[in-house]
């Protein structure tokens, strides 16, 4: 089974230039979620998908990020502009419906520096 | 603030041992617990989970102990490995948070040969 897809790897950008971040989940996994895992600190949830749905967006800053999963799979991350303390590793993890089999899996994940 | 945190940043032991990775948790409504294992430069890696109608759930090498008194949660790691070297978080899941997952800090795991 594939696991959960993500790209780039990597991307270095300038402040206030703008970064899209692509995932794709676990095929059949309904729930999404994007984090952000900054050095040296645990993934931290930015906003959780259930289908096409937003679930919980509360610590999305949305002044320049969003996020959509438009047809309730794939789904990108987007920043504009961006500022040096969004360095930083982005989380994509894709789970069963959630309340039911509750373990997230994640995916490589994409390294962003913002110089 | 409603926060789960690691005892031990890094951890260091000799190949062969066991390993026991520490975790405090603060919300005595989170209702299951996850491990997990993340390598340099990849994504965290799912070890084990744990419900909290559970005190000690095992797998392959590893046993998670949870504690729901002390909100204390621990990883076992049976016959540590080089492979074993990673950083190791623990997660809590809050009841009726959706699968919302508030992460530690992390633990630092060191494998000496």
């Known amino acids: 089974e594939a696991g959960v897809a993500q790209s780039p790897r990597y991307k270095i950008i300038e402040k206030r230039q703008s970064v899209a971040f692509w995932c794709n989940p676990i095929?059949?996994?309904?729930?999404l979620y994007w984090y952000q895992q900054i050095l040296g600190q645990g993934p931290k949830l930015l906003i959780q998908?259930?289908?096409?749905?937003?679930?919980?967006d509360s610590q999305l800053p949305k002044d320049r990020f969003s996020a959509e999963r438009l047809k309730g799979v794939d789904s990108t991350l987007k920043i504009q502009p961006a500022k040096l303390e969004d360095s930083a590793v982005y989380l994509c993890a894709s789970s069963l419906v959630a309340g039911g089999q509750k373990t997230q899996y994640f995916g490589p994940g994409t390294r962003l520096l913002v110089l | 603030g409603e926060s789960v945190g690691l005892h031990l940043p890094t951890l260091s032991v000799q190949e062969g041992d066991n390993s026991i990775i520490n975790c405090a948790y603060s919300n005595s409504a989170s209702d299951y617990f996850i491990w997990y294992k993340q390598e340099s430069g990849k994504g965290p890696q799912f070890i084990i989970d744990?419900?909290?109608?559970?005190d000690k759930r095992q797998g392959q090498r590893v046993t998670v102990l949870l504690n729901k008194t002390v909100k204390h949660l621990s990883l076992q790691i049976a016959a540590t490995q080089p492979g074993d070297s990673a950083v190791y978080f623990c997660a809590e899941n809050r009841n009726n948070a959706g699968n919302m997952l508030t992460f530690g800090g992390g633990t630092r795991l060191m494998v000496k040969p």
């Open positions: 744990i419900r909290s109608n559970m």
């Open positions: 095929s059949g996994h309904a729930t």
């Open positions: 998908f259930q289908n096409n749905g937003v679930v919980d």
